[in-house]
């Protein structure tokens, strides 16, 4: 693929993730004020950007085999363990920015989490077998996931055991 074109595919492919999730949050916003509608208008325009997206990467070659596709996750989840996030934290306490530093600092505890199970289910992927794992649990506050049960208050932004969605 020539370079202007892949560039273009990366940029569009950005965009409609970044819609896809705004649109779904959205939807969240709408659905809390009782606006069903527009809750449902805004799931189904998100999942359109989601088709839009998911055929981006396609072109990219972006979408491979499982153990090729964890490795990408791995890889992902790593830089923004080791680069992207610490980076950011800096910026966020260097101009006082609360808020974000305290966002910052919870994603970054859950990439960390991430990364590891990513990398659990490649080792057994790589021999053509599925992940054993049991009920994954995600703090609805900070994104905090484990497996198995929900504690009873979050380790990293201390939200109750209800405030856990169960996978």
Not at 3 to 29: C, D, N, P
Not at 64 to 74: G, S, Y
Not at 141 to 154: D, L
Request: aromatic fraction near 10%; glycine fraction near 6%; charged fraction near 30%.
């Amino acid at each position: 693929m020539k370079t202007m074109t892949e560039r273009a595919l990366k940029e569009a492919f950005a965009g409609e993730s970044q819609a896809h999730v705004r649109y779904l949050i959205f939807a969240e916003e709408a659905e809390k004020r009782r606006f069903e509608n527009i809750a449902r208008l805004f799931r189904a325009i998100a999942f359109s950007e989601y088709i839009h997206a998911k055929n981006h990467l396609k072109a990219l070659g972006g979408i491979k085999e499982t153990v090729d596709n964890l490795q990408a996750a791995i890889n992902g989840e790593t830089f923004e363990v080791e680069e992207m996030y610490p980076a950011y934290s800096a910026v966020a306490e260097t101009q006082g920015e609360r808020e974000a530093q305290r966002v910052i600092k919870w994603a970054l505890e859950a990439e960390k989490i991430h990364a590891s199970l990513y990398e659990k289910a490649k080792s057994v992927a790589s021999e053509k077998r599925d992940i054993s794992i049991g009920k994954i649990y995600v703090c609805e506050r900070c994104g905090y996931t484990v497996e198995g049960g929900a504690p009873e208050r979050c380790p990293v932004c201390g939200a109750p055991k209800e405030r856990f969605k169960e996978f």
